[in-house]
């Protein structure tokens, strides 16, 4: 599907440059196949030096001779991106965006009828190879692109498609869920230590219990209210725990945590 394909990252940060990574890694495509752009003068000698990639201050030059344009700019600077570029954006490009809050038809007013359009949702442990993204597909993708876009975001973890109606959720869920689970590893960290765990210790049980507990959640064929009930004996410390979590509605604050991401995605995606 790649084969003589070439690939443009417009934005050389950290998840433009994490993607190029994963792309070369799993050998999807050469890194002779693709040019990063930045302002960022340092930074693309850097990415030149370290990954042997192509690099160009001149997003429109760059994306003239590019298949597939992988926007990864600040939703702040979309518009001008897209003016940039929109001149040499034509109808046998795809354009894939992973700019919180744009939709795909902001995207589409700036190119000519008929680009071909995706947004996409990753998540911060792409970083590690471990990522969640979600794919939505604009008015004009077609079923190819968006396997197109699987290949290239399952390079750095696991995607899936939704309609773009429910990318704010996505927002809200997976791409702020990082830090809720962030927060939730520190509370147990300092947990620990107030029970007595001298610090560094604490913080290598919490983290390592919220990542074998992710797996197990992924590779158990039970649910996780199912693995719950195993580690919960009557009478013991794990439902003395659950009990205190309850009362303190870590469910229900949880749940409002996303609701607020979700919003406040929406209201971005409204430019407030």
Same mark, same amino acid.
């Given at each position: 599907?790649?084969? *003589?394909?070439?690939?443009? +990252? +417009? *934005?050389?940060?950290?998840?433009?440059?994490?993607?190029?990574?994963?792309?070369?890694?799993?050998?999807?495509?050469?890194?002779?196949?693709?040019?990063?752009?930045?302002?960022?003068?340092?930074?693309?000698?850097?990415?030149?030096?370290?990954?042997?990639?192509?690099?160009?201050?001149?997003?429109?030059?760059?994306?003239?001779?590019?298949?597939?344009? !992988?926007?990864?700019?600040?939703?702040?600077?979309?518009?001008?991106?897209?003016?940039? !570029?929109?001149? #040499?954006?034509?109808? %046998?490009?795809?354009? @894939?965006?992973?700019?919180?809050? +744009?939709?795909?038809?902001?995207?589409?007013?700036?190119?000519?009828?008929?680009?071909?359009?995706?947004?996409?949702?990753?998540?911060?442990?792409?970083?590690?190879?471990?990522?969640?993204?979600?794919?939505?597909? *604009?008015?004009?993708?077609?079923?190819?692109?968006?396997?197109?876009?699987?290949? @290239?975001?399952?390079?750095?973890?696991?995607?899936?498609?939704?309609?773009? #109606?429910?990318?704010?959720?996505?927002?809200? =869920?997976?791409?702020?869920?990082?830090?809720?689970?962030?927060?939730? !590893?520190?509370? =147990? @960290?300092?947990?620990?230590?107030?029970?007595?765990?001298?610090?560094?210790?604490?913080?290598? =049980?919490?983290?390592?219990?919220?990542?074998?507990?992710?797996?197990?959640?992924?590779?158990?064929?039970?649910?996780?209210?199912?693995?719950?009930?195993?580690?919960?004996?009557?009478?013991? %410390?794990?439902?003395?725990?659950?009990?205190?979590?309850?009362?303190?509605? +870590?469910?229900? %604050? !949880?749940?409002?945590?996303?609701?607020?991401?979700?919003?406040?995605?929406?209201? =971005?995606?409204?430019?407030?």
């Amino acid at each position: 599907m790649f084969k *003589g394909k070439k690939i443009v +990252i +417009i *934005g050389g940060g950290k998840m433009g440059s994490i993607i190029a990574q994963g792309l070369i890694a799993h050998k999807i495509i050469s890194s002779k196949d693709i040019t990063v752009t930045d302002i960022d003068a340092a930074r693309l000698d850097f990415l030149r030096s370290s990954m042997k990639l192509k690099v160009s201050h001149n997003n429109e030059k760059a994306v003239k001779n590019a298949d597939i344009i !992988i926007v990864a700019v600040k939703p702040q600077n979309m518009s001008s991106t897209l003016k940039e !570029i929109s001149s #040499a954006i034509d109808k %046998t490009k795809i354009i @894939i965006s992973i700019a919180a809050g +744009i939709t795909t038809g902001f995207i589409e007013s700036y190119l000519a009828q008929g680009v071909r359009v995706l947004r996409v949702m990753p998540n911060t442990p792409a970083l590690i190879g471990e990522g969640a993204a979600a794919v939505a597909k *604009g008015s004009c993708a077609k079923k190819s692109d968006v396997k197109l876009a699987h290949i @290239i975001f399952n390079a750095v973890g696991i995607s899936v498609e939704v309609e773009e #109606a429910l990318m704010d959720a996505v927002t809200g =869920l997976s791409g702020s869920g990082p830090a809720y689970c962030f927060l939730i !590893i520190e509370a =147990l @960290i300092d947990a620990g230590e107030q029970m007595g765990l001298p610090r560094n210790l604490a913080a290598k =049980l919490a983290m390592q219990t919220m990542l074998g507990s992710a797996l197990l959640c992924l590779h158990s064929d039970k649910q996780p209210a199912q693995l719950r009930e195993m580690v919960t004996s009557p009478g013991g %410390t794990t439902v003395a725990g659950l009990k205190a979590l309850e009362e303190g509605k +870590i469910r229900a %604050t !949880i749940i409002s945590a996303v609701e607020a991401a979700t919003k406040r995605s929406k209201e =971005l995606a409204g430019g407030k």
